[in-house]
């Protein structure tokens, strides 16, 4: 087993990495920008290195330095974490070349899934429904690219929407109603792409209007062994930007579950996938489910998958990456009760505007199956240069709706002061009618803003 660990990453997710090497007796390497020197992933690590100032292009996507701080600490492994350079295939490519075992996929795998337009092409010729689509745009001079943007774009057919090739995590991704906003909306998503993946490449997709947002935990080792881990319904999201996931989907019956299970697994083994990775597809109406993409990496929403199945996923990636085989089998996974997770984010409840300042008061539930995942602490201050997310609150219970009772108390504890927090608006959801009933789509919070 690996005997340190570096994670090229900040936030709750590297405080969770750390949590597991900790728990597998293997020391950790945290690295941090100026921003971030009093972040709690810099106090739990065994070291800490200093890769840049706050500009995430300098510090967290800044290679080199990630590479560097690596080798001056004997690291064997990089955790890449979520976001930034997570699903950067030169990155882990650099690093195996260096002597550092990448704890993911592949470059390979990353470059046949992790593009989207690529990975669209795959699962298609595999026998997975996909919404019409063009190819990556962005690679030529501007005029160039515009002219053939609008020529996808009127083959296709309004409303589309323009993703970004690569990365997730909802940054990219512009609707586009009509063709007097498509220039703009293709700039504008263009430019996100870059600043938070180094990959200003995109391309266009045929909108699809409010279906449930439906993924695929997936976990595979080098031996041909691939399991998935059930579904999570990610359908309560606004601007793209998921709030709150769960698992299972009311949505998702044993046979649909076990037929998009077994679709991904074939996938999979066609190209030697390695490591974890989640399936994402939109579901439209009681059966029809069209793939949308694929995350080569760990989601901020695991946690409700470990709770239902009882897998820790963090620990299956670096076991997976030290070369070991899956023990568990498919047989083995069995989907009990439901988890809910919800995102507490650092924001205006009304506006949703950024609220970076200092914490001055921090107090988070506990109690039986509740779980936080964060990062932030009384006396911490939030700066501006990274998203607005504090931290995780997860539940488990036997049922939906015992899990939502438990979120509802477990809510009522959750007090943050100093800042403004995205908790009361997560209230007004959980305790909307249709959120109980689970009528819910992902323009459920469009809806619910308006009033309607």
Known sequence: M???ILIANRGEIAVRVIRACKEMGIKTVAVYSTADKNSLHVKYADEAICIGPPQSAKSYLNISSIISAAEVTDSEAIHP????????????????????????????????????????????????????????????NDDEDEENLKK??????????????????????????????????YHQ???????????????????????????????????????????????IQRRHQKIIEESPSVA????????????????????????????EFL??????????????????????????????????????????????????????????????????PRDF???????????KPGGVNVRVDDFAYCGYRVEPFYDSLLGKLIVYDNSRTAAINKLKSALSEFWIEGIETNIPFIKRIIND??????????GYIARLLEGK
């Open 353 to 363: 505007k950024p609220s970076p300042g200092l914490i001055t008061m921090y107090n």
């Open 2 to 4: 690996f005997r340190k």
């Open 433 to 442: 009618g249709d959120y109980i009933s689970g009528k819910v789509d992902i």
């Open 252 to 279: 998702i019956k044993a046979s649909m579950r076990k037929k998009m299970g077994e679709a991904i697994t074939k996938v999979l083994k066609e190209i030697k996938y390695v490591n974890a990775a989640t399936f």
């Open 81 to 140: 974490g979520y976001g930034f350079l997570s699903e950067n295939a030169n990155f882990a490519e650099i690093s195996e070349n260096c002597g550092i075992k990448f704890i993911g996929p592949t470059a390979d795998n990353m470059n046949a899934l992790g593009n989207k337009r690529n990975a669209r092409k795959l699962v298609s010729s595999l026998g997975i429904p996909v919404l019409p689509g063009s190819g990556d745009i962005g690679a030529n």
């Open 189 to 235: 998503a263009r430019q996100e792409a870059l600043t938070f993946f180094g990959d200003k490449d995109v391309y266009l997709e045929k909108y699809c209007e409010n279906p449930r947002h439906i993924e695929f935990q997936v976990l595979a080792d080098k031996y041909g062994n691939a399991i998935y881990l059930g579904e999570r319904d990610c359908s």
């Open 283 to 348: 579901l439209a109406g009681d059966n029809d489910f069209y793939f949308m993409e694929v995350n080569t990496r760990v989601q901020v929403e695991h946690p409700v998958t470990e709770f239902v199945t009882g897998i820790d996923i963090i620990k299956e990636q670096i076991k997976i990456a030290n070369g070991d085989k899956l023990k568990i089998k498919q047989e083995d996974i069995k989907i009990k009760g439901h988890s809910i997770e919800v995102r507490i984010n650092a924001e205006n």
């Open 152 to 185: 996808a774009a009127e083959e296709i057919g309004y409303p589309l929407v323009l993703k970004a090739s690569m990365g997730g995590g909802g940054k990219g991704i512009r609707m586009v109603l009509s063709p007097a906003h498509l220039i703009q909306a």
